[in-house]
């Protein structure tokens, strides 16, 4: 079985109370909490997909900073998967013009140690935490 090949995003900025916070998306499909991530397209690199579906996701452009661990698991229909992840900052957007769809019904920056609470996945929780110990800037 082929597998899925996927990039996403863990987007920070610093907070107004001068603490870090971690941008997580709402998939009303999955009724989960998540980062902002997707299928490459053919043709398309794990950096250039992370970016692009950053943006499809969230409104935000941004830049890339570090990759983070990637994660690997079997999807919905059992099929090997594996995500990469970078660390990003924004550089231009905002999410209060970000449209709501049928994929990403809510955005929401949340303070990184508050992050784990709301996350849904472990795995999730797991990039999280590698962004921490990296210094997450």
């Known amino acids: 079985m ?9 987007i920070t900025r610093p907070g107004a109370a001068g603490d870090l916070e971690v941008l997580v998306v709402h998939r009303s499909r999955y009724g989960d909490w998540s980062f902002p991530k997707g299928k490459l ?3 398309e690199t794990f950096e250039d997909a992370a970016l692009r579906e950053v943006a499809e996701e969230t409104g935000l452009v941004c830049r890339l900073v570090t990759e983070l661990a ?12 594996i995500v990469r992840y970078w660390h990003m900052v924004p550089v231009e957007g905002d999410i209060d013009d970000y449209v709501y769809n049928k994929e990403i019904d809510d955005l929401r920056w949340v303070p990184i140690e508050q992050a784990p609470a709301l996350l849904s996945y472990r795995h999730d929780r797991e990039v999280l935490a590698g962004l921490d110990a990296a210094g997450g800037q």
Do not use: T
């Open 2 to 10: 082929r597998e899925v090949r996927a990039a996403g995003g863990l």
């Open 41 to 43: 397209d053919k043709g």
């Open 70 to 81: 990637a994660i690997r698991y079997r999807d919905a229909a059992h099929r090997p998967k």
